[in-house]
């Protein structure tokens, strides 16, 4: 029997209550400033994104903030100091980690509504992804640490 659809709000009510648990239990922040949600929500910010799929459900989950915002995520993600250097690709690989972890949080917090769910890979963005009118998006912005990030769940209305 198919499962049924999920509803996109339901996806990020389940992704801010994950990204909140792991801010708090598994990043640690170094004295870092707070960045602002301002900030975070430019043409050019980055973020990371990765396809959450099954027979009933195609989603995208993405998690977005400001570059300094990303850095810092970074340094709490990898135990760096605020003083110590960090390279673009520790924070994409960084970033790209952390939504991992989450998606696979937000995956089992829903599997008993859709036991086939399965992962994709996640990437790395410049920018904002393009919504058309044939796609459903819900946002939510949330603190993780001192970082406002903006959570996004995207999917085409024609996919599962």
């Given at each position: 029997m198919k499962a049924a659809a999920i509803e996109a709000q339901e996806w990020l009510d389940t992704f801010i209550e994950v990204a909140r648990e792991f801010a708090a239990g598994s990043l640690r922040f170094d004295g870092a400033a707070p960045t602002e949600l301002g900030s975070m929500r430019s043409a050019t910010n980055p973020g990371a994104y990765i396809s959450v799929l099954s027979e009933s459900n195609s989603m995208?989950?993405?998690?977005?903030?400001?570059?300094?915002?990303c850095r810092t995520l970074t340094r709490a993600f990898l135990g760096i100091r605020e003083k110590d250097g960090i390279s673009e690709k520790d924070v994409v690989d960084a970033m790209s980690?952390?939504?991992?972890?989450?998606?696979?949080?937000?995956?089992s917090r829903l599997?008993?509504?859709?036991?086939?769910?399965?992962?994709?890979l996640p990437i790395f963005l410049v920018g904002q992804i393009q919504v058309t009118a044939n796609?459903?998006?819900?946002?939510?912005?949330?603190?993780?640490?001192?970082v406002s990030c903006q959570l996004l769940v995207f999917r085409d209305r024609g996919a599962a």
């Open positions: 995208h989950l993405g998690l977005s903030a400001s570059m300094q915002g980690e952390i939504l991992n972890i989450l998606a696979g949080k937000v995956k599997s008993p509504r859709d036991g086939s769910l399965k992962l994709g796609m459903d998006r819900a946002a939510g912005d949330v603190e993780m640490g001192p």
